[in-house]
């Protein structure tokens, strides 16, 4: 028999699979956006951008959801659990210009 959180998980996924070109887009866009933002500010970085793959994100859910005690007894709990479906990661070449960079962003986003 199946439990509730695996239903939830396994229509949390269904969902996110139809979504994940969205996904990857958005991140795609922030990620130029970024890259924008740093070069005119001459700051030197390396800048990627994902969408989780949803596979990973499957087994992620299943282990968060057996072995520390989360609730996944619906879709909404998942997603309070797991925000950061896509990300923008930064890699600064000098690390000191990592408060001008935040100051930057949290300017502009």
Known sequence: MTST????????IANYRREF??????ARICQ???EELLRKHSIRAIVTARAKNPDKLQKKLHERNSR???DYSSINKIRDDIPDLSGVRIALYFPG???????ILDRYF
């Open 32 to 34: 130029i956006k970024c």
């Open 68 to 70: 520390k005690g989360r």
């Open 5 to 12: 959180a695996d239903s939830c998980i396994r229509e949390f």
């Open 97 to 103: 210009q990592r408060e001008l960079v935040a100051q």
């Open 21 to 26: 070109y969205y996904h990857q887009e958005a």
